[in-house]
Nanobody, 115 residues
């Protein structure tokens, strides 16, 4: 059973930073393409960015230059470093593990950017 557990969300002021973590258990972490998604109230879930098994990253235009995804295969963890946060970054953030047709999701962590 593959499990993903996100943490690190919270309330932060505009311009602040947060680092989200997603720990994966129950499988071989290094083979997975990992993604971070977010979903604001009343909106669809959108891709924030992703990192391949070999460490290649890709980002949505809205977060380029502000967010950074990294992975630590030894800790079976993927990170999302979020800097220069804006109120429009407020959402529930989910991580996803993808390998061929197998896709797994975490439960999400709330990020609120507000003064």
């Amino acid at each position: 059973q593959v499990q993903l557990v996100e943490s690190g969300g919270g309330l932060v002021q505009p311009g602040g930073s947060l680092r989200l973590s997603c720990v994966v258990s129950g499988s071989i972490f290094s083979i997975y393409h990992m993604g971070w998604y977010r979903q604001a109230p009343g909106k669809q879930r959108d891709l924030v960015g992703s990192i391949t098994s070999s460490g290649v990253t890709n980002y949505a235009d809205s977060v380029k230059g502000r967010f950074t995804i990294s992975r630590d295969n030894a800790k079976t963890t993927v990170y999302l470093q979020m800097n220069s946060l804006k109120p429009e970054d407020t959402a529930v953030y989910f991580c996803n593990a993808l390998y061929w047709q197998y896709s797994y999701w975490g439960q999400g962590t709330q990020v609120t950017v507000s003064s």
